[in-house]
């Protein structure tokens, strides 16, 4: 049985030099040390594998197959090794984070900026995704943290409260209203179409604006967005109008206004996630950025 790849190595040079005191060089220890250790693996092997004599050393026919086979051995665990360390460096060096459109209406932009800062040796990467599909790339660590919408529960992530966002309204230009200059009631939108998100995006927000609106005294007629369209392209088309964290300090879309909305307004709230135990020190600097943290 062979203990561990040194053996095979001592061997490996031994062969090559076929001089036992070059070989004790090559592997910068003394001579007798190299010689018990071939004569160990000799006895576990219960081969020869050279032939020795006082003036020449010689690899035996078992010698010379062993050889090839070790060498293939070694390179095969030298290229395993290779492949990990660069691996784990890659891994290092990358630091992919998932986010809402939301999120870059919240500090959070500010919180990258000064990332990249903290960890000049790390790629930072930005993934706008929807809160679903981050909560399932970080459990297949597609992605490292996320700023996800609320509730959201995952027993193997850990959650922190990020932000909370009072929603607007998002108008057409065109619309009555948006070029008032005092927070439009919700009620006075009950003859618009709603653009909303579908409930499996994030249910709770789903039902939080039809919860308003039944506070209002309305059940909104709804326009649900399909996969590949936009809302805010789709309200400076005059389709309907959308309840929205972003702003006009955030973002610009040309043909929307965001307009307050007066009294209650339905509230976004996120949250910085990631996986329970992570340690990259990239988490805990994220974590030390939320504000007020």
């Known amino acids: 049985m062979i203990d561990d790849l040194r053996s095979l190595r001592a061997f490996i040079v031994t062969a090559e030099e076929l001089n036992f005191r070059r070989a004790a060089e090559r592997l910068h220890m003394s001579q007798p040390p190299l010689s018990r250790m071939i004569a160990g693996l000799e006895e576990s092997l219960e081969t020869k594998l050279f032939e020795r004599s006082t003036r020449s050393v010689n690899l035996t026919t078992a010698g010379i197959r062993f050889y090839k086979e070790a060498l293939a051995l070694l390179e095969q665990a030298d290229g ?4 990990m360390k660069s691996e784990s460096q890659a891994r290092r060096r990358r630091f992919p984070i998932g986010c809402t459109a939301a999120a870059y209406c919240t500090e959070f932009p500010r919180m990258v900026a ?7 040796d790390m790629e930072i990467e930005l993934h706008e995704m929807n809160s679903d599909a981050q909560l399932d790339a970080l459990a297949a660590t597609k992605i ?5 919408l609320l509730p959201a529960a995952q027993p193997e992530l850990e959650f922190a409260p990020f932000a909370r966002i009072r929603m607007q309204m998002a108008l057409p230009a065109a619309h009555p209203m948006a070029d008032l200059r005092e927070p439009v009631a919700l009620a006075d939108l009950r003859r618009d179409v709603f653009i909303v998100h579908t409930r499996e995006e994030n249910p709770a927000m789903y039902h939080e604006i039809l919860h308003h609106c039944a506070k209002a005294g309305f059940r909104p007629k ?9 809302c805010m392209a789709m309200v400076a088309s005059g389709a309907g109008v959308h309840f929205t964290a972003a702003t006009g300090r955030c973002t610009s879309v040309e043909g929307v206004k965001f307009v307050p909305l007066a009294g209650e307004a339905p509230v976004l709230e996120m949250a910085l996630a990631w996986r329970k135990g992570d340690e990259m020190p990239a988490i805990a600097s994220l974590r030390s950025l939320i504000p007020g943290s």
């Open 80 to 83: 395993l090794a290779r492949r």
């Open 144 to 148: 490292d943290a996320g700023i996800v």
């Open 222 to 230: 709804t326009l649900t967005k399909k996969k590949g369209q936009n």
């Open 114 to 120: 000064r990332l990249r800062e903290l960890h000049a």
